[in-house]
């Protein structure tokens, strides 16, 4: 089945065709303070871990190889990206492939799992006064995949539009190595 197509101005790519080359490219760098107090050192090297650091204050500048590019997905445009820290995408993309298969294939699930997790929250927390409690069908109609966040190791992370039932915040759900769907957050 041939859920994706191949639309060449809009980025959005056949599954069955992805390939490293309809990924665009960025270098994400940073700096990054650790600070490391003696309670914690102490603790570090009695376990035999940070033999030659010392308490303080330290930085170092951190480089992410970040892959994105646009597929469709369950009717929607959706960013995938792909953070290269040990293994070239190259490796990982047939893995990467099984993964945005099933997501597309356990729509219902995923749908499922977010309203269970979060359902609850809404209606006894996020509720506006003007607003009526939803239904599991209204808020299963209010998420809109927007992005996928795959890392090395086989998880995957689905983030949805809430349509402004938790403020504008993303709802997040993970997808692990053996597609477990974890709770879903915001």
């Known amino acids: ?15 069955n065709n992805l390939s490293e080359s309809d990924f665009k490219f960025e270098k994400i760098s940073g700096n990054i303070e650790t600070t490391l107090s003696q309670e914690l050192l102490d603790l570090l090297q009695k376990d035999g871990y940070a033999k030659n650091s010392v308490v303080g204050t330290t930085s170092s500048t951190v480089e992410i190889k970040n892959l994105t590019t646009k597929i469709k997905l369950w009717g ?6 792909y953070s290269e820290e040990k293994s070239p995408l190259k490796h990982e993309l047939p893995i990467l492939k099984v993964k945005l298969e099933w997501i597309n294939k356990n729509k219902v699930v995923i749908e499922k799992k977010i309203s269970d997790s979060l359902l609850s929250l809404k209606n006894e ?13 209204e808020f299963i109609n209010n998420l809109k995949i927007i992005q996928l966040e795959y890392s090395e190791g086989d998880s995957i992370s689905l983030i949805f539009s809430d349509n402004g039932m938790f403020g504008n915040h993303d709802i997040e759900i993970n997808l692990d190595e053996f597609n477990q769907l974890n709770e879903a957050g915001i």
Do not use: A, Q, S
């Open 1 to 15: 089945m041939n859920f994706y197509k191949k639309i060449k101005n809009n980025l959005i790519f056949d599954l």
């Open 76 to 81: 929607n445009n959706v960013i995938l990206n």
């Open 125 to 137: 927390v996020w509720l506006n006064e003007d607003e009526k409690i939803l239904t599991e069908t």
